[in-house]
């Protein structure tokens, strides 16, 4: 979702509605004063920061406005914003207070769902009059999958599903059109696509397919798997279930967790291929031995 806002000067004072939108705005080098935040866990410190970039966050003094699903309005407004953020979906979307928003400042939409992090980093770039920031980042992420594609030399026709692994319930998939199915893609793996039938989404979304438990065993064929926003025990977990030790990935010993969050941005993406570049240990040998 887009929508046409003036921006009448290149923002100085930008609050985030949006957990999720922060971390792209501060890899351009915006000035974020203020941000939404998630409830502290395994993606978010204690100030509701996503880990992969809560020290920026932190280095640049960004305020921690409230907690997702607690909107304060007062709170915005006593920042003195000049340009505010609001995703068009998910958990931290604020759709529904544009009106209030765009009385304090010029409000921008964007939808992180159905775009990558390089489309969506322009669009912030334009918004925000960080362009360049944006080129740049796109080609310094582009020059080291180029790299590590050459260095890691999987197998043509290897395939390699995604997965964010919720033992006994709902699971989202990555689509092999998505964000992260494209960063795999391009150090060569082919992604595998979850079957339409098995995708219990309740909203058109080109990122993730949500698959039941009982479903998995169907959807996650590729001869690699991969743990979002996963460790060590997540994998040991994933592969001791019983429902899915039949899957080629599990057999051949090619599970791997990946720390990164369920949204990419240029810090998860840069996470992701630090992994590839100092800690993957090559198919079939898997972390867990």
């Known amino acids: 979702m887009q929508n046409t806002v003036r921006i009448p000067a290149k923002p100085e004072r930008i609050v985030s509605t949006s957990v999720g939108l922060t971390g792209s705005l501060l890899a351009l080098d915006a000035p974020v004063i ?31 406005l409230y907690e997702v699903g607690k909107f304060d309005l007062e709170e915005i407004t006593e920042q ?21 928003l765009r009385k304090i400042a010029p409000t921008i939409v ?12 322009k669009l912030l770039g334009e918004a925000t009059g960080t362009e360049d920031k944006a080129q740049q980042n796109t080609a310094a992420v582009a020059e080291r999958i180029s790299t590590l594609r050459a260095k890691l030399s999987i197998p043509s026709g290897t395939t390699a599903s995604l ?22 893609s391009g ?16 909203q058109p979304r080109e990122d993730f397919s949500f698959v039941s438990y009982q479903d998995l065993p169907a959807a996650l064929t590729g001869d690699a798997t991969f743990l979002l926003a996963a460790n060590k025990k997540t994998a040991m977990e994933f592969t001791a279930d019983e429902s899915l030790a039949q ?11 990946l720390s990164a969050p369920h949204l990419l941005d240029y810090y998860a993406a840069q996470e992701i291929l630090d992994y590839f570049e100092h800690d993957f240990p090559g198919l079939s040998s898997s972390e867990l031995e």
């Not at 941000?35 to 921690?64: I, L, Q, Y």
């Not at 899957?247 to 967790?257: A, E, I, K, R, Y």
């Open 247 to 257: 899957l080629p990935s599990v057999q051949s010993g090619s599970v791997f967790p």
């Open 110 to 121: 964007l939808d992180y769902a159905d775009k990558d992090w390089n489309e969506l980093s």
């Open 163 to 184: 997965i964010s692994y919720a033992a006994r319930g709902t699971s989202p998939i990555a689509k092999a059109a998505g964000p992260y199915a494209q960063l795999l």
């Open 34 to 64: 203020a941000s939404a935040t998630a409830p502290e866990g395994p993606d978010a410190d204690r100030d509701g920061f996503f880990k992969h970039w809560a020290d920026v966050a932190s280095a640049r003094k960004v305020d921690s």
């Open 80 to 100: 003195k914003p000049d340009l505010i953020i609001v995703a068009a979906t998910g958990a931290d979307s604020e759709l529904g207070k544009i009106g209030a």
């Open 187 to 202: 150090l060569g793996f082919t992604m595998v696509s979850t079957p339409k039938q098995f995708d219990t989404s309740t």
